[in-house]
């Protein structure tokens, strides 16, 4: 695959449709040509110990950001017409998902690749299939992790070796 948009969420609690943060890598003829990245005020607006543990974000980091639907405005063009790849596609399509309904949005039935079932598929010699030991075996050192950008960009290295 030469052209995709690699998408990560970062959640603020236990409800799927409650994204606080996003991450698009945009590839196009196997280069890296865009990347987005955004805080949202989630729905529920609220955190969760264990969420805000896992990415550091806070109610006070996105009291005064857009919602998604309005983030997700801004990512339209930038996506269109390109597959969407994620590391665990059932939990970001599913916070999409969730996101439009919340947002009685209609959803354009994205299709979506996942790293994570391809590595297993592939990558069998790994002591786990997370997002950084596959990052480290495919030679990208993920920094940052749980930043929806830099697991954003992780994402599109593996994809652009493994798909």
Not at 14 to 20: D, G, R
Not at 51 to 70: P, Q, R, W
Not at 87 to 96: M, P, R, S, T, V
Not at 104 to 133: G, I, V
């Amino acid at each position: 695959m030469r052209d995709f948009a690699a998408i990560d969420f970062e959640t603020a609690n236990e409800q799927l449709s409650s994204v606080c943060s996003i991450g698009i890598v945009v590839v196009r003829n196997g280069i890296i040509t865009d990347r987005f990245y955004s805080l949202i005020q989630p729905e529920p607006n609220y955190y969760s110990l264990q969420n805000s543990s896992i990415h550091s974000l806070t109610y006070e980091d996105t009291v005064k950001e857009a919602v998604f639907s309005k983030v997700w405005f801004r990512v339209e063009s930038l996506i269109e017409g390109l597959p969407l790849v994620a590391h665990n596609k059932g939990f970001d399509e599913a916070c999409l998902k969730a996101a439009f309904k919340t947002y009685q949005m209609d959803y354009p039935d994205y299709r979506f690749y996942c790293t994570l079932a391809e590595s297993r598929r592939q990558l069998k010699h790994l002591p786990n299939h997370q997002l950084h030991t596959v990052a480290a075996d495919c030679g990208y050192i993920l920094t940052n992790h749980h930043h929806a950008l830099a697991d954003a960009e992780a994402c599109a290295e593996i994809a652009m070796q493994l798909l």
